[in-house]
């Protein structure tokens, strides 16, 4: 890192995004059932065009999410 100024603009890419998630229900009643829900995403994108070497030719990207569901 030189500090440079990244002058390159414009570039862009494809991406691909899969995942998949559960939701469970629980014995919880508060007015509304109440269940609980996981879900695992995995992305794709075209590498960012940067001032220094990053390594490979993808970047990619994996999100853990969860939640509360109230089911009604």
């Given at each position: 890192?030189?500090?440079?100024?990244?002058?390159?603009?414009?570039?862009?890419?494809?991406?691909?995004?899969?995942?998949?998630?559960?939701?469970?229900?629980?014995?919880?009643?508060?007015?509304?059932?109440?269940?609980?829900?996981?879900?695992?995403?995995?992305?794709?994108?075209?590498?960012p065009?940067?001032?220094?070497?990053?390594g490979?030719?993808?970047?990619?990207?994996?999100?853990?999410?969860?939640?509360?569901?109230?089911?009604?």
């Open positions: 890192m030189d500090g440079t100024r990244n002058t390159t603009r414009g570039t862009s890419g494809g991406a691909l995004q899969f995942g998949g998630g559960v939701d469970i229900r629980t014995p919880i009643k508060v007015l509304f059932p109440i269940g609980l829900r996981g879900e695992v995403r995995d992305l794709y994108t075209a590498k065009n940067y001032n220094v070497s990053t490979g030719g993808v970047q990619h990207n994996v999100v853990l999410s969860g939640g509360i569901v109230l089911h009604f």
